[in-house]
Nanobody
Framework: QVQLVESGGGSVQAGGSLRLSCAAS????????MAWFRQAPGKEREGVAN????????YSADSVKDRFTISQDEGKGTVYLQMNSLKPEDTAMYYCAVEIDRFCYGLGTAQQYHYWGLGTQVTVSA
């Protein structure tokens, strides 16, 4: 079955960095739209960045474009989110998601993704 397992979250001070990982299994890694979303308490789940697993086409939210970088290791079936210059407003649960056999047409919405990980918490203190 499809499994997405996130790791790498934690607590950091503003200006710090974290690297999130999402290990994918249970499906062919190539040819899918892999994404990172986040959800803060009381807010809707929002897209952070996504990447097409067979070509590396990338979309990022404007709020993170100069600070966060999505990448992948196709051989390991793993997607990463490097987060630099973290701000308190980046505090959220971060989720990995995949839409299988689908190209990434823009960042998309949460409703467009059928498979999700359980998330990893990122907390940024001022």
């Amino acid at each position: 079955q499809v499994q997405l397992v996130e790791s790498g979250g934690g607590s950091v001070q503003a200006g710090g960095s974290l690297r999130l990982s999402c290990a994918a299994s249970g499906f062919r890694y190539s040819g899918n739209c892999m994404a990172w979303f986040r959800q803060a308490p009381g807010k809707e789940r929002e897209g952070v960045a996504n990447i097409y697993s067979s070509g590396g086409i990338i979309y990022s939210a404007d709020s993170v474009k100069d600070r966060f970088t999505i990448s992948q290791d196709e051989g390991k079936g793993t997607v990463y989110l490097q987060m630099n210059s973290l701000k308190p407003e980046d505090t959220a649960m971060y989720y990995c998601a995949v839409e299988i056999d689908r190209f990434c047409y823009g960042l998309g919405t949460a409703q467009q993704y059928h498979y999700w990980g359980l998330g990893t918490q990122v907390t940024v203190s001022a």
